[in-house]
């Protein structure tokens, strides 16, 4: 049972405009949530996080919002640059397992 | 300084064959977690380290899995009498100590094939 889910396996934007990744999750006791990038062949790098006490975190050109009453949480990258073609991945802190939990991943693709 | 290392990068094996991956953490670390990656799956927790000790061994897949961790760094993963199934990349994390505001730094991972 997926707790948390990235439901579009995959996004394309023109350069320049928003791109908007979604993450839901179905633990109401996650307390913490944080975005990773991919590249291929590296590992994960984290991005951005949010804590559930917040409904939103900006950071440059990214920025996460969290509707907790919807467990829903999406990340927004304005302007989108052709560098931020990766796979995004969506994790939750579960503090009663001490783990985090990962989606399956969003492969973005900014074209130029 | 360093990041988080892993290695072998690529593992091809024969099934039934047995293979130990490597992961150094960044030095200072505390928590050490590691995760696989099969094709088209997200990130699927296997096992995390505080110190030499490992809490929860729940995401372990079977007992042909095992992990340990020496003088709260370098830390080896073993899978035993490989199958088909355990083809995947095995990810490595570092974070200065367990807990979810701690940023977690991955390595590049260990890409293994059993064939």
């Known amino acids: 049972d997926q707790q948390v889910k990235q439901n579009s396996p995959s996004l394309s934007v023109q350069e320049g405009r928003i791109s908007i990744l979604n993450c839901d999750y179905t633990n109401s006791m996650f307390d913490y949530f944080l975005w990773y990038k991919k590249y291929p062949a590296e590992g994960p790098t984290f991005l951005i996080s949010i804590s559930s006490i917040k409904d939103k975190n900006e950071d440059g050109r990214f920025t996460v919002f969290l509707n907790k009453s919807a467990k829903h949480l999406s990340l927004h990258i304005v302007p989108s640059q052709p560098g931020d073609s990766a796979v995004y991945f969506c994790?939750?802190?579960?503090?009663?397992?001490?783990?985090?939990?990962f989606g399956t991943g969003t492969r973005l693709k900014v074209l130029a | 300084g360093a990041g988080v290392s892993q290695s072998p990068s690529n593992k091809v094996t024969e099934k039934g064959k047995d293979v130990e991956l490597r992961c150094d953490p960044i030095s200072g670390h505390t928590a050490l977690y590691w995760y696989r990656q099969s094709l088209g799956q997200g990130l699927e927790f296997l096992i995390y380290f505080q110190g030499n000790s490992a809490p929860d061994k729940s995401g372990l897949p079977s007992d042909r899995f095992s992990a340990e961790r020496t003088g709260g760094s370098v830390s080896t993963l073993t899978i035993q009498r490989t199958q088909q199934e355990d083809s995947a990349v095995y990810l490595c994390?570092?974070?200065?100590?367990?807990?979810?505001?701690?940023?977690?730094?991955f390595g590049p991972g260990t890409r293994l094939t059993v064939l």
């Open positions: 994790a939750a802190w579960d503090s009663g397992t001490y783990k985090y939990i």
């Open positions: 994390a570092s974070s200065p100590a367990a807990g979810g505001t701690d940023t977690q730094y």
